[in-house]
């Protein structure tokens, strides 16, 4: 890569989605390949000028010039016939008021705000779920299409085809807030859209073998939405700052979760030495600043921050407050009535001391609706089984669970975690 192709990229990842929410703003939602058309207009623009007269000193200066002449020329080549945001297109249509008009919907105060509706947009319930990460590592964290496929290991005419299906849902779409009185509930959509986006980071649900068992860049466009959430006083609320304090406690483990080969490390043999009690006391601060916020709509994400902050807590595994992991995960299964996490609960209990009251637990969970025919219980009752030193039963579970699912890094782990508990019993 050349030292100009370097510094488009650079720009690129910095600017692309900022530069897009206004282009969003002022096109309107349902001419949203318009929008992107410009901005990548833009950037070629900028890649054959900085090729011939070298990177400015503000490129970023030189994109959003370049982005708004860009936008106002399509405007103008376009406004026949072409409808674009109906409260600007009185401004819009005018040549007096026509640059003006662009030139303040890319100040960066509108900008900010351009920002926050792209965030309800690309969250909007009314988007199939399997459509919204695509769209939202497009939109809002500038991935290429490439990018998306090899983030969420789908192939590219996939990807395609679910970016075009979404900009057909969103022709119709209000590029606005929510009103006040849904925005606990379209806040809580957004957060768990942010967690799922992480979580496809820091748990990859891609099934090849030789892949990465963790994909941070993934983690980190999650953290950095969640953040730009947290410095928003109009939106944040309690679960906002859980959500950002669960995803930073998460990757201060990070370090310490896979070990020389690449392999997951479970928590009892992690190094606690190696976690970053930087951003462990960081997310702290996090949960101490959501004790005063306004609560959100369901709390979950404040309640599982608070379970893995009592992880970080513990010197050591075996120093685990389990008793009051186990309070939480009431808490946590009240607030979502979610069977995956009564099956969290159901292992905390056995760590608590009630090993044999969990295990009648999960045979309860296996048969439930949501939980029939998945891998999961069955992977705990192996997990419960090998921590009672039951070989027979453990290996017969977990080699169920491998025929019914999980990627192979979580099969690995299961596997080489049960013959070590195993081991443990033995001894």
Not at 153 to 174: C, I, M, N, S, Y
Not at 274 to 291: E, H, K, Y
Not at 316 to 332: E, G, K, M, S
């Amino acid at each position: 890569m050349t030292e100009v192709e370097a510094a488009v990229e650079e720009a690129y990842a910095q600017h692309a989605s900022r530069i897009l929410a206004a282009l969003v703003r002022l096109f309107g939602t349902r001419n949203l390949p318009l929008a992107e058309d410009v901005l990548q207009e833009a950037f070629r623009k900028a890649l054959g000028a900085w090729q011939t007269e070298g990177v400015p000193e503000n490129p970023a200066g030189w994109i959003m010039a370049a982005a708004k002449n860009q936008a106002v020329d399509a405007i103008r080549g376009q406004r026949t016939g072409q409808r674009f945001s109906e409260d600007l297109a009185y401004h819009l249509d005018s040549g007096w008021t026509r640059a003006y008009t662009v030139e303040q919907e890319f100040a960066d105060s509108r900008i900010k705000d351009h920002q926050l509706r792209m965030i309800f947009m690309c969250t909007s319930a009314e988007l199939p779920p399997e459509n919204r990460l695509p769209l939202i590592l497009r939109t809002l964290c500038g991935f290429s299409i490439p990018a998306i496929c090899r983030a969420l290991f789908l192939p590219e005419a996939t990807v395609k085809k679910r970016l075009l299906r979404t900009r057909e849902r969103l022709q119709g779409h209000t590029f606005a807030f929510p009103p006040a009185a849904e925005l606990p509930h379209a806040m809580d959509t957004v957060h768990t859209v942010i967690y799922l986006l992480f979580n496809e980071g820091f748990a990859s649900s891609d099934q090849a073998p030789d892949a990465a068992p963790i994909k941070l860049e993934l983690c980190r466009e999650a953290v950095q939405l969640a953040g730009f959430l947290v410095d928003e006083p109009r939106v944040v609320n309690a679960d906002t700052l859980g959500l950002l304090a669960l995803m930073q406690l998460h990757l201060a483990r990070a370090p310490a979760r896979l070990d020389a080969d690449g392999r997951p490390v479970p928590l009892d043999r992690q190094d606690r030495a190696r976690w970053d009690r930087v951003a462990i006391a960081g997310a702290d601060g996090l949960l101490r600043l959501a004790a005063g916020a306004p609560p959100g709509a369901s709390g979950r994400f404040l309640i599982e921050a608070r379970i893995a902050q009592q992880h970080c807590l513990a010197p050591a595994f075996a120093a685990t407050d389990w008793p009051a992991i186990v309070a939480l995960y009431d808490q946590l299964v009240a607030a979502t009535e979610s069977p995956i996490a009564d099956l969290h609960r159901a292992v905390a209990v056995a760590y608590a001391g009630d090993p044999r009251g969990a295990i009648a637990r999960v045979a309860q969970l296996r048969d439930s609706g949501m939980l029939r025919g998945s891998h999961l219980p069955l992977a705990v009752l192996a997990h419960l089984h090998a921590l009672l030193g039951e070989a027979e039963p453990a290996r017969r579970y977990a080699e169920e669970s491998t025929l019914l699912g999980g990627t192979p890094h979580e099969q690995r782990s299961m596997i080489d975690q049960i013959e070590r508990l195993l081991a443990d019993s033995q001894r």
